[in-house]
């Protein structure tokens, strides 16, 4: 059980107005926080256990890419997503489905979620994609603090919680601005995926116009996306190198490129094949700024990449329709849903941040 999965997938079946299995889980999600306010680990067992990991040592990814894990150690990591998935999950939920009970029945956990955050956005951490060499200040991971104190400040807005509201906006704002100032990276004219000053480029910065840090058309986010849309170049570097403390993170910004790969888009810098999810992210940024050519040509190598029965995996290769990695993968297909909701019927769920 991720959290985060879960949320994405709550969100989808809300927007589908299918808003009784969201309820669910978020009232499972809400059995499985600490007392503290802080869920420990982004994925849970079923019975809210802490899964284990092993790895085949016979198997390998593509182009030779090892190691092949079954399990997810992830579970032991910091990921500041969490707490932003599920608040502002709940509030997402209580405005699409018109019933306030469930904030309201778990407000007291809403408040120390946000709490939570309030004390410890600032904190480094794992990230989205579950870096496991190193602890960084991600940009995804802030925007999601700042989408908790948002969202929370909403719920207590209608609950009549002033105080509380006014505390987590004033907190909010001060993650944004810390984001906005610490996040650009002026050698490559782009936010990348953390602080620091090698980090990557990341699709997953496009959560700073997905949450309302900045107008998804503001000069710094349009040179993002630029960069992103570029070919990815890749040094002499083998494959299996490829990780997350590679050598190619200290390679001149000049001989990187961006994160588009033969049509698809990958995750970050040094991806081996582009991924689903930030080709149907990258998507949605452009209908957000209606620019719906862009976001079609890119739904269009998803479903021309899915196999027969349009099933996707994570990760794919649009020149063969290889899929790798997690298949069938709920993030692909969720993702695929929801954009083709807003595109073909006019929904925005970002007008709720207005």
């Given at each position: ?24 889980f ?101 990230g ?19 989408a ?32 906005l ?21 990341d ?25 992103i ?76 990449s ?8 994570e ?13 069938p ?26």
């Amino acid at each position: 059980l991720w959290l985060r999965d879960g949320y994405l997938t709550s969100l989808t079946l809300d927007i589908c107005g299918l808003h009784d299995e969201p309820r669910r889980f978020y009232e499972l999600a809400f059995r499985l926080q600490d007392d503290s306010g802080e869920w420990r680990q982004p994925l849970y067992t079923i019975d809210g256990g802490n899964p284990t990991e092993w790895i085949d040592e016979d198997l390998a990814g593509p182009n030779g890419e090892r190691p092949i894990r079954f399990g997810n150690e992830a579970a032991g990591q910091l990921q500041l997503d969490n707490a932003g998935n599920i608040v502002h999950g709940v509030w997402m939920h209580a405005e699409l489905s018109g019933d306030w009970t469930l904030p309201a029945r778990y407000w007291s956990n809403i408040r120390k979620a946000a709490d939570w955050v309030t004390e410890n956005w600032m904190r480094p951490e794992n990230g989205i994609w579950e870096i496991r060499e190193r602890l960084d200040h991600w940009l995804h991971g802030k925007a999601m603090c700042y989408a908790c104190l948002r969202a929370a400040s909403r719920i207590a807005e209608r609950l009549g919680h002033d105080e509380d509201a006014r505390r987590w906006r004033t907190v909010a704002e001060t993650i944004r601005r810390d984001v906005l100032t610490r996040g650009w990276n002026a050698e490559r004219q782009a936010f990348l995926q953390s602080y620091a000053p090698d980090a990557p480029l990341d699709i997953s910065v496009l959560a700073l116009a997905f949450y309302g840090l900045l107008d998804p058309r503001d000069e710094r986010m349009t040179k993002t996306v630029a960069l992103i849309e570029t070919p990815l170049k890749k040094p002499n570097i083998p494959v299996t190198q490829y990780t997350t403390a590679s050598p190619y993170a200290h390679v001149p910004a000049s001989e990187k490129g961006g994160l588009n790969m033969w049509g698809g888009i990958a995750r970050y810098d040094y991806a081996a094949v582009p991924f689903y999810l930030p080709t149907l992210w990258l998507a949605r940024y452009h209908l957000m700024v209606n620019n719906r050519s862009r976001a079609e040509e890119l739904i269009r190598v998803c479903l021309d990449s899915a196999t027969d029965l349009l099933l996707m995996a994570e990760h794919f290769d649009p020149r063969t329709r290889q899929q790798w990695g997690n298949f069938p993968q709920a993030f692909s297909h969720l993702e695929m849903a929801r954009i083709l909701l807003e595109i073909t019927g006019g929904f925005n769920p970002y007008r709720l941040w207005a």
